[in-house]
Nanobody
Framework: QVQLVESGGGLVQAGGSLRLSCAASGTSSTLNIMGWYHQPPGEQRRLVAQ??????????DYTDAAKGRFTISRGHTGNTAILQMNNLEFEDTGVYFCKGMIFRTGVYWGQGRQVTVSS
């Protein structure tokens, strides 16, 4: 059973930085896609950034709101996704969920981490 365990996040003032980490366990396969989703209070969950493995190359995708401020990367194990968030804004407040996908196998979610940005 694949499990995604998240860490990081917390409380920061606007303009500050936070880091989120997501580690997958329970599989010997490299997750094809790992991503971070943001769910603001009272709103739906939406993609922030993802990293896709194609062959031996990783490609990254960002929403317009994340470009230039957030960076997603894989850790040394390949099944860790790190989201570095800089210049945080009040609107970045919410719960951040890690999502992982193994093609033809399944989609997996972490339990969520709270990020609170004070203005």
């Amino acid at each position: 059973q694949v499990q995604l365990v998240e860490s990081g996040g917390g409380l920061v003032q606007a303009g500050g930085s936070l880091r989120l980490s997501c580690a997958a366990s329970g599989t010997s396969s490299t997750l094809n896609i790992m991503g971070w989703y943001h769910q603001p209070p009272g709103e739906q969950r939406r993609l922030v950034a993802q990293i896709r493995r194609e062959g031996s190359t990783d490609y990254t995708d960002y929403t317009d709101a994340a470009k230039g401020r957030f960076t997603i990367s894989r850790g040394h194990t390949g099944n860790t996704a790190i989201l570095q968030m800089n210049n945080l804004e009040f609107e970045d407040t919410g719960v951040y969920f890690c999502k992982g996908m193994i093609f033809r196998t399944g989609v997996y979610w972490g339990q969520g981490r709270q990020v609170t940005v004070s203005s």
